[in-house]
């Protein structure tokens, strides 16, 4: 047969031939497959378990039955046993126990009355509380080896090295002693930091000893060396912010400070916080403490508010809901039209207070006795305290050289033509700009230490959350509540860095909101809604015991940054107080005419204690002298003073003018070989010196002093010479003598130089 002719046979397909029908078939089977295994399994367990029942039930029961009602010994042995391993695994007790005592003594303290009180509960809370690990705050090898170095050198060494080493090494900061992780909530210092301190507080008042030191170390050495101890060690400056009537809190801070003498002399606020700065920068120390005790409950901030229509007809005549002479009148009356000057020599105390001004481009003013002495403090303060819409805008007023009020910046007057263009200038509200002013504070008088009260209302919440976040969420919480800080001025900074119009929305976040000592107010919802009106006495009472119960928190932590500096304060001023009674007893002897010493004062500069060999610069200058010269001679810049020939005949002709002083006027007759040899022989001994060809130098005494007279050759005649023998002095004066006078140690006068180390940075 041909194959073309048989019939062609096509595939039969079983099943669907798509993916999806597929899919679908396959899904089919396989349900159906695993339904019957899953029956299959599931009748398999029941019949092994009706053949193993009794086999349980008989390994069972006995246990069972140890559970039975009727059986509570086995019940009770039971409960033993989960006791036992319960208190011997987990001390739920002691620790439930332990978080009661410090929940309870927390209480206490937050609301102890007197100091009394809240130390003893904070004893208590610090030993129900676990002790931390205090070497991985501080460097606690180091600080150690310091205090076993200064004992040894106490014991072994001399005063000469103490001072040298002291002076070499001497910081705040010890090995991050000032961590304030390290007093967080406690009462006492560490051991370690407190021994440091009262080590280097003991050798302080043995350099102040006059009496107990082994060998001669002059009072002016000793004072230069604390002076500048000090000044290289750094100062404390006390802030406060701004805060509205929430500023009553500073009331408490302060307290609380000047009740443990540990207020700082330098003291910065702004807004309500400058109130409280001028109150204390006005006073004396008694003043101060009788404030305290008596007149501060009756501050008030604002003027009764009044009604609504009030409150428009002042928005609209001032642009602001209070009016400002209530509190210009108040502040009279508290700072009686003092100046920052006038307070600074009164009191010591320095205040800084920080304005900024309404125009775009002026840059905000830290005021204080350098920067404007003139300006009274009254003026300076309602001018930090005008918020706008608060209060308007104030001038700064000073007084003129006559005592008159007057304004610190007047209209400039161009001409008749610009004076209506021309207006005064106004200030306002310091914590917009610069609510802290530590910059300024550091740039103008050396402060490196800050304690801060913080009692602003946009603040003090976020800084009261960190410290939750610091307290409760452990370290971890901690650095991201830091970040989130950080991350909020970052961006206000970017903020005003490209001038976008929320600028002075951003300063307010951008600024610095603590220090190295923080007392943050823990404000409440009702303190809040007062914030523009007068606390009542309880409300103020109220605001003021929170200070102070905040601040006590923070006492340890202050007494241990700033021990070494108040010794460094008292050190100063025993010494000073040596200066002046030697001083007064040197003027004394010299009134009864037991000493007729005379001194150049060509400075008033205490010479520096560390200064340079001088054979190891006696090169540098063309003296004759030997190298066993008197190092007492110093420049006016506090080094040793490198003199030439003609200088040394000129200080030893000044060293030895009694012999030519002290001779009697009757017995002054000279002849005219000996006048001659006067001219000729200007060496130390002679009562003339030779300055220029034919010019000499005279001493003449006066009533303060010694008054040299450059004198031409031809006037200095036998003739002249008798004649003047008439007068006090035996000298003539002459309408072209040119005078240089030189200071008497028996006629100094008590100058307000005297007590320039007291006040001195």
């Keep these: 047969m041909d194959s073309s002719s048989e019939a062609s046979v096509d595939f039969l397909s079983v099943g669907p031939s798509s993916l999806l029908g597929r899919t679908i078939a396959f899904r089919i089977l396989l349900c159906k497959s695993i339904s019957q295994l899953r029956r299959n399994v599931f009748q398999s367990l029941l019949f092994y378990l009706s053949k193993s029942k009794n086999g349980v039930s008989n390994y069972l029961m006995p246990y069972i039955s140890w559970l039975h009602p009727r059986n509570p010994q086995a019940i009770l042995a039971m409960v033993t046993l989960l006791a036992f ?6 001390n739920v007790k002691s620790k439930a126990e332990m978080a009661y005592r410090r929940e309870f003594w927390r209480n206490i303290m937050g609301s102890a009355l007197t100091y009394e009180e809240w130390a003893h509960a904070a004893k208590m809370f610090d030993k129900s509380t676990p002790k931390m690990n205090e070497s991985d705050l501080y460097d606690e090898e180091l600080v150690r ?55 280097v507080s003991t050798q302080l008042r043995m350099v102040c000893d006059l009496d107990s030191s082994e ?15 000090r000044h290289a060690f750094g100062r404390t400056a006390l802030l406060l912010s701004g805060g509205a009537s929430l500023g009553s809190f500073h009331i408490g801070v302060v307290k609380t400070l000047v009740e443990h003498k540990l207020l700082p002399r330098i003291i910065a606020g702004s807004s309500v916080g400058s109130i409280m700065c001028s109150i204390v920068a006005t006073r004396s120390w008694p003043e101060l403490q009788s404030f305290f005790e008596d007149s501060w409950h009756s501050l008030k901030f604002y003027e009764q508010m009044g009604g609504i229509f009030s409150i428009f007809k002042r928005v609209m005549t001032f642009g602001a809901v209070h009016e400002i002479r209530y509190l210009q009148y108040m502040l009279r009356n508290l700072t009686n039209n003092l100046t920052f000057q006038e307070a600074y020599d009164m009191t010591g105390r320095i205040l800084s207070i920080t304005v900024c001004s309404p125009r775009k481009h002026e840059p905000a003013r830290c005021l204080n006795y350098l920067t404007s002495p003139h300006v009274v403090i009254w003026s300076a303060v309602t001018a930090s305290c005008a918020f706008p819409g608060l209060f308007e805008a104030q001038e700064l007023m000073a007084k003129d050289r006559s005592g008159n009020i007057v304004p610190y910046h007047p209209p400039f007057q161009l001409g008749p033509d610009a004076l209506a263009s021309t207006s005064s200038r106004r200030w306002r509200d310091g914590s917009l700009e610069i609510d802290l002013p530590m910059v300024q504070l550091k740039e103008l008088f050396n402060v490196n230490h800050y304690i801060v009260s913080q009692a602003n209302p946009h603040i003090s919440p976020l800084l009261r959350v960190k410290e939750f976040a610091r307290a409760y969420g452990g370290s971890f919480a901690a650095k991201l509540a830091k970040l989130t800080e950080m991350e909020v001025k970052h961006r206000c900074n970017q903020i005003l860095e490209l001038g976008f119009p929320l600028g002075g929305l951003a300063k307010l976040f951008a600024q610095d909101w603590e220090g190295d000592v923080t007392v943050v107010m823990p404000a409440t919802l009702a303190q809040y809604s007062k914030l523009l009106q007068n606390p009542s006495a309880m409300e103020l009472q109220k605001a003021a015991n929170q200070g102070r119960r905040c601040t006590w928190e923070k006492l340890s932590a202050i007494k241990a940054n700033c021990g070494i500096e108040l010794a460094l304060d008292e050190s100063v001023a025993m010494l000073n107080h040596m200066r002046r009674l030697k001083k007064s007893a040197d003027r004394a002897a010299a009134s009864h005419g037991t000493m007729t010493s005379v001194r150049f004062n060509g400075s008033k500069r205490i010479p520096s204690w560390n200064c340079m060999a001088r054979e190891n610069v006696h090169d540098l200058s063309d003296s004759d002298q030997s190298e066993s010269a008197d190092l007492s001679s110093w420049t006016r810049s506090g080094g040793p003073l490198m003199r030439t020939a003609s200088a040394d005949k000129f200080i030893d002709f ?39 060809e034919g010019d000499f130098l005279q001493p003449e005494r006066s009533h303060n002093g010694i008054v040299f007279n450059i004198v031409k050759r031809g006037d200095l005649t036998p003739s002249s010479r008798s004649h003047g023998s008439e007068n006090t002095n035996g000298f003539v004066h002459d309408s072209s003598m040119e005078c240089v006078q030189l200071d008497c140690l028996e006629k100094e006068t008590d100058t307000s130089s005297d007590d320039d180390a007291d006040t001195e940075l």
Excluded at 85 to 90: D, H, V
């Design 215 to 229: 060998e001669e170390v002059l009072l002016e050495e000793r004072l230069a060396f604390v002076h500048e101890t």
């Design 85 to 90: 391993l319960l208190k011997r695994y987990t």
């Design 145 to 199: 080896f310091k205090l076993q170095e200064l004992r040894h050198r106490r014991q072994e060494g001399s005063l000469r090295d103490i001072i040298f080493c002291m002076r070499a090494d001497l910081v705040r900061n010890l090995g991050n002693m000032c961590n304030p992780e390290l007093h967080k909530g406690g009462l006492h210092t560490p051991t370690l930091i407190q021994e440091y301190i009262d080590e």
């Design 654 to 692: 000044v060293h030895n003018l009694d012999k030519g002083l002290t001779i009697d006027p009757n017995e002054r007759s000279y002849s005219d070989a000996e006048l001659e040899q006067t001219y000729r022989n200007p060496f130390p001994g002679s009562t003339t010196i030779m300055v220029t």
